[in-house]
DNA sequence: GACACCAATAACCATTCGGTTATATGAATT
DNA sequence: AATTCATATAACCGAATGGTTATTGGTGTC
């Protein structure tokens, strides 16, 4: 699990890729094609993104005839998220120490 | 604060400086030196990092004397966080539209 | 004032990354 | 069966990245 946070973290650092899931999460399931046709880059690159993305968890294809679709996977984001929570929880943890410490000076 | 969005993705890709920021995050500000103790890596290539994590905000120094003491600010994290409900705001959005769809169906 | 220490910058190097074009594979269409 | 369409992969390229060593600029210390 702590070893797909690297990966999730990698995946999400580049504007392309983030843009590609933002619109799969925003519209659902396309198709590479699809996502071509908004992307700007060509189609290779868009399936290399993809791939990248899906080796993070982040999305999800499934075929269908002779089209792939690719789907946001959400639940992807908790490392993340939970990182993002431990990150502040250390400085609540602070705070919580300095208040304590101000309470004891207090008597 | 959109433009800060991405620097801070970019920031937090890198495994190192990641440790760094989670190592002030628990510990507290850090000297330069501090850092470079426990990071298995040579002083400039840390203060390299610490440049990048200071460029989105993640961190900031305040020079003592001869030191330099860095700090993690957690608030920088805001923009990620942020994006990160955003996304999974648009899957609860989706939901919402399936299940009203399916009430709908009912009657 | 000479000297040691801390951090930042410069110059350089190998690797990774994001893109391209060309090609392969496989499913629909005719 | 031939052709066209959808995607993936291969091979390649320039730019960015993360690291190194050497050096510089200040700040304490003796």
Avoid at 25 to 53: N, Y
């Amino acid at each position: 699990m702590t070893q797909f946070r690297n990966e999730v973290f990698r995946s999400l650092a580049d504007p392309t890729r983030r843009a590609i899931f933002e619109r799969l999460c925003r519209d659902g399931a396309q198709s590479v094609s699809t996502i071509t046709a908004q992307a700007a880059i060509s189609q290779p690159a868009v399936s290399k993104h993809l791939r990248i993305l899906k080796g993070s968890g982040l999305v999800q294809g499934t075929i269908h005839g002779r089209e792939t679709l690719y789907r946001a996977d959400v639940a992807a984001l908790a490392p993340l998220q939970g990182w993002v929570r431990e990150m502040t929880g250390f400085w609540d943890e602070k705070f919580d120490k300095l208040e304590n410490l101000l309470k004891r000076m207090d008597r």
